[in-house]
């Protein structure tokens, strides 16, 4: 073999380590987030991602730092761990990188059966290619054992070709994508067929985000199958968020999240649509957003929590998304880290919260980036502090969101009320009383304005209530002969 080719075996360092590299990604979402965020810690500052229409093939392709030969060597023939953090835990341009473990690359063979690398390094001239074939894989783990511990994983064809040294990329294939992932991403899985199921496919943003404020989608499954992968990658990877993702008023109060997110320019397309984060909130006229800012002994936390004052749609934004150096660690949790549900069971419906965590949490996460160790101090201390937090902030939007409501309602009936009382006085009581017309209507018009009198008119009279009051005053203004026949209609008119 030239000096130019070059092969051999990737190997993972034990079977747990085999085990653990297998089956943690089984979705295509799940695999392409760990691969744009290796493009993002290789400080790209665009991925695109391109599904052949049958989705026979993924490509992903940044414009980051790309690998050399003696890098992807050293990552890939034997996986045990991660170097990315060894000289430092920021990239070049002061990101802080999400990749720790190591296993994020090679769990694409969940998904594929091929995977081939072309990548070059800014300064470089070597252009490397690599083809990784997963075939190994399907073979008995016992087939695979490479010594005392090592068990191999799939096998790697490289050779290194030249180009210009100004350039810098990775692109990555996915060849021969497997079943269920083939099918989810070719977009002819059963949503298809199913009439009303909705697509974000060569949408713009600004489209993209109408839709999402839709109130009649409930949830990501009312999109097909293609559509929810994107919204799945847009809530974990680090893009931007919608232009107009809150109201005016409230995204003000979370500028400095909007701008931080922003200014990691980064941004990812797929098929050619821009994909960005999928939290966008309807605009509700009562919703309100309370900040967190928590600096405890192992844990510190920053974020925002948005209320509004109906269940939130779609249903995937409810409840608490934890991101830790800016990817996020599994969806929303509905719970809000194991909140009880008896506690404003209703109203934790109507909450949706982002908390940016350090990296002492990071610790707590699995290996799977999806759920967290619930006995780590950095948990247990973060989840005293959300809980003692929701406390308050569930009264908080009782009385504001909800009472506002309330109040609202009230207000709309009284000048219901106050209507039809000016109507009866001057189509009935004008007739026969003009004067006392003219008083009820300055005794009631404008109800709405005063709160006593609003409560006055609303106030419900029982039918025994209602007799003393309109005997008390028939006894005070008619002669005592006409008293008599008065009640006798009334109570006949009451009754009938
Ligand atoms: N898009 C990319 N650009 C440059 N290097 C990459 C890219 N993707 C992966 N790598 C290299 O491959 C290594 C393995 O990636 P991965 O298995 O996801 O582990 P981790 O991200 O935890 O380091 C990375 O540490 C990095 O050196
Ligand atoms: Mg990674």
């Known amino acids: 073999m030239s000096d130019k080719n070059f092969k051999g075996e990737i190997r993972v360092a034990s079977r747990i380590v085999d085990y653990l590299s297998s089956g943690l990604y089984d979705s295509p979402a799940a695999c392409l987030k760990e691969l744009i965020n ?41 996986i045990s761990e991660s170097h990315k953090r060894d000289d430092s835990d920021m990239t070049k341009s002061g990101r802080p990188k999400i990749g720790k473990i190591g296993i994020g690359f090679i769990a694409a063979n969940e998904i594929c059966n091929v995977m081939e690398i072309v990548s070059t390094k800014f300064g470089s001239s070597e252009l490397l290619q690599v083809e990784i074939r997963f075939d190994l894989m399907r073979e008995d783990p016992n087939k695979r054992r490479r010594g005392d511990s090592e068990i191999a994983k799939a096998d790697y064809f490289g050779t290194v ?56 989608i409930k949830t990501w499954s009312d ?22 993702w809150l109201s005016d008023k409230l995204q003000s109060e979370v500028e400095d999240i909007d701008k931080h997110v922003a200014g990691l320019n980064f941004s990812l397309y797929i098929d050619g649509t821009e994909v960005r984060k999928p939290i966008v909130f309807g605009s509700e006229e009562e919703a309100l957003i309370n900040r967190f800012h928590f600096k405890g002994e192992h844990v510190s936390a920053d974020g925002y929590f948005y ?5 939130i749609k779609p249903q995937e934004l409810r409840g608490l998304l934890i991101r830790i150096r800016s990817a996020g660690v599994g969806e929303y949790d509905s719970t809000f880290l194991g909140f009880p549900p008896s506690i404003g069971s209703l109203t934790q419906t ?16 699995n290996i799977d980036r999806r759920t967290l160790r619930i006995d780590h101090p950095a948990y247990v201390e973060l989840q005293e502090e959300v809980h003692n937090y929701l ?14 409501r309330s ?14 009382i000016v109507r009866i006085a001057t189509h009935e009581i004008a007739k026969v009383a003009p004067e006392s017309a003219k008083e009820i209507e300055k005794a009631w018009i404008d109800s709405t304005s005063d709160e006593s009198v609003q409560k006055k008119i609303l106030r419900k009279f029982t039918v025994d209530q209602f007799y003393e009051i309109v005997v008390e005053v028939a006894k005070e203004v008619l002669p005592p002969k006409f008293v008599n026949d008065f009640i006798k209609r009334l109570t006949d008119r009451l009754r009938r």
């Open 350 to 365: 109507w909450i949706s919260g982002e908390l940016t965590v350090d990296d002492r949490l990071e610790e707590a996460m």
């Open 307 to 311: 209320a509004q004052s109906t269940g």
């Open 391 to 404: 406390s308050d902030l569930l009264k908080r939007v009782r009385t504001e969101i909800y009472g506002s």
């Open 407 to 420: 109040i609202i309602r009230k207000k709309k009936r009284a000048k219901e009320v106050e209507k039809k």
């Open 223 to 244: 999109f097909d199958f293609y559509s929810k992968n994107i919204l799945q990658i847009g809530l974990n990877v680090p893009v931007r968020y919608h232009d107009n």
């Open 161 to 216: 070709d030249e180009t210009t040294k100004d350039s810098h990329f990775t692109q990555i294939f996915l060849k021969e994508v497997r079943g269920e992932a083939q099918e989810i991403l070719a977009r002819k899985g059963r949503g298809k067929f199913v009439s009303g199921k909705r697509s974000i496919y060569g949408k713009k943003p600004d489209s993209i985000s109408k839709i999402l404020k839709d109130k009649n």
């Open 38 to 78: 290796n493009s993002f810690d290789a400080d790209a500052t665009r991925v695109e991602v391109f599904v052949k229409p049958d989705a026979d093939r993924l490509i992903i392709v940044d414009d980051g730092d790309g690998m050399d030969r003696k890098e992807f060597e050293k990552h890939f023939s034997m």
